[in-house]
């Protein structure tokens, strides 16, 4: 049982429940979007992410039930194999449109997103540049990616010049992704996009903006932080998440830029 006694003597989390400071797995019992309701009582939500109030919404409601009214409650398949539904199409050609995008793909979640594209487009011989303040998903992809001998580079939050130290030292023939945050989920702050995008383009580098914060806020008509530059031109890869700004339709998406 030598694998179960650092849980069996982990105290700190009855601790702090006996306190009644715990704030985590709080069931919610009536969510409205800005009021929800937790133990009987109705309280503020300032921390959740459906800042736009989309989960509430009646007419993406109503599409939800009509959607589990025809298809049931599951797509009985990965994706690859039996699971696509036409629908699927339809949207990942609908948000090809809207983003400007060649072709957009749907994924579960965000995170599965990055652990999908990170480790298939970068291999072995190829580099990921990453921001050191780059979201968890990120991070997981990178380490992923490691493991089948990508090189990975860190560079300072949001600084530029460090990019540019950093990257000035990598084979120019080499592929190499640049990754980074749109609207950076612990800080709120906005990425350089314009000077990244010329230090990639400078030392031959593709770029990943994850606009998970970003989407259906920054940009013409919400169309996230290349948008919010006039860039849309020069990101090649972008992802976003559905249960930020809406949550949890059909989730998150990638879109391969032209
Ligand atoms: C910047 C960023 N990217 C990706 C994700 C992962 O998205 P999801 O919750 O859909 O897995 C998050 C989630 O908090 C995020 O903040």
């Known amino acids: 049982m030598s694998l179960f006694k650092k849980c069996n003597e982990f105290t700190r989390a009855d601790d702090i429940k006996k306190l009644g400071l715990y704030p985590y797995f709080r069931p919610i019992e009536a969510n409205e979007g800005p009021v929800v309701q937790i133990e009987g009582r109705k309280v503020v939500m300032a921390g959740s992410n459906n800042y736009l109030g989309l989960t509430a919404h009646p007419k993406v409601k ?110 120019y023939e080499a592929g190499k992704l640049i990754v980074s945050d749109g609207v950076f989920s612990t800080g709120g702050e906005i990425v350089d996009l314009p000077h990244l995008n010329e230090v990639a383009k400078k030392y031959n580098a593709q770029i990943l903006i994850d606009d998970a914060h970003s989407v259906g806020v920054i940009g013409k008509g919400g169309r996230g932080t290349a948008s919010e530059f006039g860039l849309e031109k020069e990101i090649d890869l972008g992802m976003g998440t559905f249960p930020k700004p809406s949550h949890h339709l059909v989730d998150l998406y990638m879109v391969l830029k032209e």
């Open 62 to 171: 109503e599409a939800a039930i009509k959607a589990i009214e025809k298809y049931g409650t599951g797509c009985s398949g990965s994706r690859y194999l039996t699971g696509t539904l036409d629908m699927h199409v339809e949207l990942e050609e609908k948000m090809a449109k809207f983003f400007n995008a060649e072709a957009v793909l749907l994924y579960s979640t965000g995170f599965q997103t990055a652990l999908g594209v990170l480790p298939t487009l970068v291999q072995k011989g190829d580099y990921i540049i990453s921001d050191k303040d780059n979201h968890a998903c990120i991070v997981t992809g990178n380490l992923i990616a490691k493991g089948s001998m990508v090189e990975m580079v860190r560079y300072k939050h949001n600084d530029m010049h460090d990019l540019e130290k950093k990257i000035a030292k990598l084979p």
